[in-house]
C-alpha cells in the first residue's frame, strides 16, 4: 500500500527526533545516558523546562546541544513570569554536577556587604573602579544596581584592552605571530612525553586533533584548554562584564590601559619552560576548575577579599615558575595600571574603570598602590547609593 506524503513527512520527523535524542528522554534518565552527556534546564522547572545531549561527540557539544534544546522549551512557554536571571543553564555534564547561578547567589550574605567597585573623586574628576569577571553565564545577572548606577554616570568606559578597536583579521595575524613554536618545533619535541599524553588526552574530549595544534606554543594551547573547559560547564565570554557594559556603550568613549600586543606578548611569549609549567598545572586542574570557580564567583559577589585572594593563589600553582608568571600577570601589571588610573583624576570626567578584580585584591592591588601614591577612595557597599 502506498504511504501519503503526510505519513512519509511525520515519519521523517520522528526517525530525525530519534536520531537526534530528542524523544524519552527526560532528567530521570540521565544518569543511565551515555556520554559525552550534558543536562541543562531551568531551576525551579527542572521536570519541565530542561535539555539534554547524549551520545555527543564532545563536552561542549553536548552542552550546547542541552542548552539549545532547553531554550527551544522555554520560547514555547507562554504566560511564565521568571525571576530576573532565572534561565536556562547547564546543570549536569557527564557525571559532574555543576554549581547553578543560585547556588552561587545563595552563598553572598543579605547583610550589607562590600562590592568590587570604588569611587575616587578628585575637584574636576570621578573614577569608579569596578572589578570585572571576564567569562560568567546569564544566571548571574543581574548585577548589583551600584554597577549599573556607576556606569550610567560614567562618560568613559576603561578596559584592559580594547579589543573592539581591532579588525578581526589584524587580531588574528597578531595572535598567530605570537601563537606558534619557534623554529618549527612541535609540542612532541618540547613538552614531556607524560604530560604531552596528558595533554592529546585532554584534547581529544574537546574534539581536537593533537595534530591540529602540533605547532602552537604551551601557552597557546592552555588557554584554549580553558576557554573550552570553561564552555562545557555554560560560561560564555558574551556574559562577561565587559560584553555587558559594551552593549550599553552609547556615545561613551573607550579607553585602554595597556595595549593588545603587550598583553599577547605577556601570555604566549613566556620561556617555554613557564609555558610547560602553567600547561601542567591547568591539566592538574582540569576537572576540580568548577567549584574552585563557584567559590570565586561566591567570594565576588559578596565582596569577600580573603576568600578570593585564596582561591586565586589556589588556582595558579605552588610551583617558582608558576609564582613568578603569576607576579607578571598582576602584581607587575598593576603597577602601570595605577599609575593611569591616577591620572584620570587631574583630568576632567567621569570614568568607570573596568579591570579584573583579582587585580583590585591584596597589598600589591591596585587599590592599595593607588593609597602608596595619596589616593583615597570610598569602597562602595550593597546598601549604599549612587
Same mark, same amino acid.
Given at each position: 500500500?502506498a504511504?501519503? +506524503?503526510?505519513?512519509?513527512?511525520?515519519?521523517?520527523?520522528?526517525?530525525?527526533?530519534?536520531?537526534?535524542?530528542?524523544?524519552?528522554?527526560?532528567?530521570?534518565?540521565y544518569?543511565?545516558?551515555?556520554? !559525552?552527556?550534558?543536562?541543562?534546564a531551568?531551576?525551579?522547572? /527542572?521536570?519541565?523546562?530542561?535539555?539534554?545531549? !547524549?551520545?555527543?561527540?564532545?563536552?561542549?557539544?553536548?552542552?550546547n546541544?542541552?542548552?539549545?534544546? =532547553?531554550?527551544?522549551?522555554?520560547?514555547?512557554?507562554?504566560?511564565?513570569?521568571?525571576?530576573?536571571?532565572?534561565? =536556562? %543553564?547547564?546543570?549536569?555534564?557527564? %557525571?559532574?554536577?555543576?554549581?547553578?547561578?543560585?547556588?552561587?547567589?545563595?552563598?553572598?550574605?543579605?547583610? +550589607?556587604?562590600?562590592?568590587?567597585?570604588?569611587?575616587?573623586?578628585?575637584? /574636576?574628576? /570621578?573614577?569608579?573602579?569596578?572589578?570585572?569577571? !571576564?567569562?560568567?553565564?546569564?544566571?548571574?545577572? +543581574?548585577?548589583a544596581?551600584?554597577?549599573?548606577?556607576?556606569?550610567?554616570q560614567?562618560?568613559?568606559?576603561v578596559?584592559?584592552?580594547?579589543?573592539?578597536?581591532?579588525?578581526?583579521?589584524e587580531?588574528?595575524?597578531?595572535?598567530?605571530?605570537?601563537?606558534l613554536?619557534?623554529?618549527?618545533?612541535t609540542?612532541?619535541?618540547v613538552? +614531556?612525553?607524560?604530560?604531552?599524553?596528558?595533554?592529546?588526552?585532554?584534547?581529544?574530549?574537546?574534539?581536537?586533533?593533537?595534530? #591540529?595544534?602540533?605547532?602552537?606554543?604551551?601557552?597557546?594551547?592552555?588557554?584554549?584548554l580553558?576557554?573550552?573547559?570553561l564552555?562545557?560547564?555554560?560560561?560564555l565570554?558574551?556574559?562577561?562584564?565587559?560584553?555587558?557594559?559594551?552593549?550599553?556603550?552609547?556615545?561613551?568613549?573607550?579607553?585602554?590601559?595597556e595595549?593588545?600586543?603587550?598583553?599577547?606578548?605577556?601570555?604566549?611569549?613566556q620561556?617555554?619552560?613557564?609555558?610547560? #609549567?602553567l600547561?601542567?598545572?591547568?591539566?592538574?586542574?582540569?576537572?576540580?576548575i568548577?567549584?574552585?570557580l563557584?567559590?570565586?564567583?561566591a567570594?565576588?559577589?559578596?565582596?569577600?577579599?580573603?576568600?578570593?585572594?585564596?582561591?586565586?593563589?589556589?588556582?595558579s600553582?605552588?610551583?617558582?615558575?608558576?609564582?613568578a608568571?603569576?607576579?607578571?600577570l598582576?602584581?607587575?601589571?598593576?603597577?602601570?595600571?595605577?599609575?593611569?588610573?591616577?591620572?584620570?583624576?587631574?583630568t576632567?570626567?567621569?570614568?568607570?574603570?573596568?579591570?579584573?578584580?583579582?587585580?583590585?585584591?591584596?597589598?600589591?592591588?591596585?587599590?592599595?598602590?593607588?593609597?602608596?601614591?595619596?589616593i583615597?577612595?570610598?569602597?562602595?557597599m550593597?546598601?549604599?547609593?549612587?
Amino acid at each position: 500500500m502506498a504511504r501519503s +506524503p503526510v505519513f512519509k513527512v511525520l515519519l521523517a520527523a520522528l526517525i530525525a527526533s530519534l536520531a537526534a535524542g530528542l524523544l524519552a528522554e527526560t532528567p530521570a534518565d540521565y544518569a543511565n545516558l551515555p556520554g !559525552h552527556k550534558a543536562m541543562a534546564a531551568v531551576p525551579g522547572y /527542572t521536570a519541565s523546562i530542561y535539555g539534554i545531549g !547524549h551520545s555527543r561527540p564532545t563536552d561542549i557539544d553536548a552542552a550546547n546541544w542541552a542548552l539549545q534544546q =532547553c531554550q527551544r522549551k522555554l520560547a514555547q512557554q507562554t504566560g511564565l513570569t521568571l525571576a530576573p536571571g532565572q534561565t =536556562c %543553564e547547564v546543570l549536569n555534564l557527564n %557525571e559532574e554536577r555543576i554549581t547553578t547561578g543560585a547556588d552561587i547567589r545563595a552563598q553572598v550574605p543579605d547583610s +550589607p556587604h562590600p562590592l568590587y567597585l570604588w569611587r575616587y573623586t578628585s575637584d /574636576t574628576a /570621578t573614577v569608579y573602579l569596578a572589578g570585572s569577571i !571576564h567569562i560568567l553565564k546569564p544566571t548571574l545577572y +543581574p548585577l548589583a544596581p551600584q554597577l549599573e548606577k556607576a556606569f550610567e554616570q560614567s562618560a568613559l568606559l576603561v578596559v584592559e584592552v580594547d579589543t573592539e578597536k581591532y579588525p578581526l583579521q589584524e587580531m588574528q595575524r597578531k595572535m598567530m605571530d605570537v601563537a606558534l613554536l619557534e623554529n618549527g618545533q612541535t609540542l612532541k619535541q618540547v613538552l +614531556p612525553k607524560g604530560l604531552l599524553n596528558r595533554l592529546n588526552e585532554s584534547l581529544a574530549s574537546y574534539g581536537i586533533n593533537s595534530q #591540529q595544534v602540533a605547532q602552537f606554543k604551551p601557552a597557546m594551547v592552555m588557554n584554549q584548554l580553558v576557554v573550552l573547559r570553561l564552555q562545557a560547564l555554560g560560561y560564555l565570554p558574551e556574559y562577561g562584564l565587559e560584553q555587558h557594559f559594551r552593549a550599553k556603550l552609547d556615545d561613551r568613549q573607550v579607553l585602554e590601559l595597556e595595549s593588545f600586543d603587550g598583553q599577547l606578548d605577556l601570555l604566549f611569549n613566556q620561556p617555554v619552560e613557564v609555558q610547560i #609549567q602553567l600547561l601542567a598545572d591547568t591539566l592538574d586542574l582540569e576537572h576540580e576548575i568548577e567549584p574552585i570557580l563557584a567559590e570565586m564567583l561566591a567570594a565576588w559577589l559578596a565582596g569577600n577579599d580573603d576568600d578570593l585572594l585564596m582561591l586565586i593563589q589556589q588556582q595558579s600553582g605552588n610551583s617558582e615558575l608558576s609564582q613568578a608568571f603569576n607576579k607578571r600577570l598582576l602584581d607587575d601589571r598593576n603597577v602601570g595600571m595605577a599609575k593611569t588610573i591616577g591620572r584620570y583624576l587631574d583630568t576632567t570626567g567621569t570614568y568607570f574603570v573596568l579591570v579584573g578584580a583579582a587585580h583590585f585584591i591584596g597589598k600589591s592591588g591596585i587599590v592599595s598602590l593607588l593609597e602608596q601614591q595619596g589616593i583615597t577612595g570610598q569602597r562602595v557597599m550593597s546598601n549604599d547609593k549612587i
